[in-house]
Antibody, heavy 119, light 112 residues
Framework: QVQLQQWGARLLKPSETLSLTCAVY????????WSWIRQPPGKGLEWIGE???????NYSPSLKSRVTISLDTSRNQFSLQMRSVTAADTAMYYC?????????????WGQGTLVTVSS | DIVMTQTPLSLSVTPGQPASISCKSS???????????LFWYLQKPGQSPQRLIY???NRFSGVSDRFSGSGSGTDFTLKISRVEAEDVGVYYC?????????FGQGTKLEIK
């Protein structure tokens, strides 16, 4: 059973860079897309972007200019960087695995990291 | 981007009674492969989202048969035949027909 464990800085000031890492335990890193999804307080889920085991990335157009997702296959980890954060980036951030034998979907999620942006 | 619109945004249901959530997409989720890429997820309080339904009406393994999905094209419905206390949480519809994937605003289910 795959498990995703995430961590990163939880309190940022405006204009700083958000940095989160997600480690994948108990499963293969290959054959999946590894995603970041966020949820502002009291609001719905927003897909940020994804990376596959070859390093190919896709990003939400609304965040593309500020976001980089990278991976470290030697450590089975992938990371999110979001530059120039503002209060609007305050949210619970989740890492998630996108894949499946027959049905591709978000089948495993990290525990979430609440990131607060405040001066 | 495809906009997913859920109604209602909240509902309060007596245990044992049914519940229904609507999800409408701004464009058809029917792919040329014949499949419709509409999913339902449940986020229980304090937890990460968990999968419920895939491709409109198929339950993932382990999901109670009290949950059922229906619809086509742009209009979809999640129904709970008899609500139980463990069903409390926020329900999201989501599409995966194209990037970016987008979710509905969520429907919060409470028990009366």
């Amino acid at each position: 059973q795959v498990q995703l464990q995430q961590w990163g800085a939880r309190l940022l000031k405006p204009s700083e860079t958000l940095s989160l890492t997600c480690a994948v335990y108990g499963g293969s890193f290959s054959g999946y897309y590894w995603s970041w999804i966020r949820q502002p307080p009291g609001k719905g889920l927003e897909w940020i972007g994804e990376i596959n085991d070859s390093g190919s990335t896709n990003y939400s157009p609304s965040l593309k200019s500020r976001v980089t997702i990278s991976l470290d296959t030697s450590r089975n980890q992938f990371s999110l960087q979001m530059r120039s954060v503002t209060a609007a980036d305050t949210a619970m951030y989740y890492c998630a695995r996108y894949g499946g034998n027959d049905v591709w979907h978000f089948d495993s999620w990290g525990q979430g990291t609440l990131v607060t942006v405040s001066s | 981007d495809i906009v997913m619109t859920q109604t209602p945004l909240s509902l309060s249901v007596t245990p044992g009674q049914p519940a229904s959530i609507s999800c409408k997409s701004s464009q058809s989720l029917l792919h040329s492969d014949g499949k419709t890429y509409l999913f339902w997820y449940l986020q229980k309080p304090g937890q990460s989202p968990q999968r419920l339904i895939y491709q409109v009406f198929n339950r993932f393994s382990g999901v109670s048969d009290r949950f059922s999905g229906s619809g086509s094209g742009t209009d979809f419905t999640l129904k709970i035949s008899r609500v139980e206390a463990e069903d409390v949480g926020v329900y999201y519809c989501m599409h995966s027909i194209q990037l970016p994937y987008t979710f509905g605003q969520g429907t919060k289910l409470e028990i009366k």
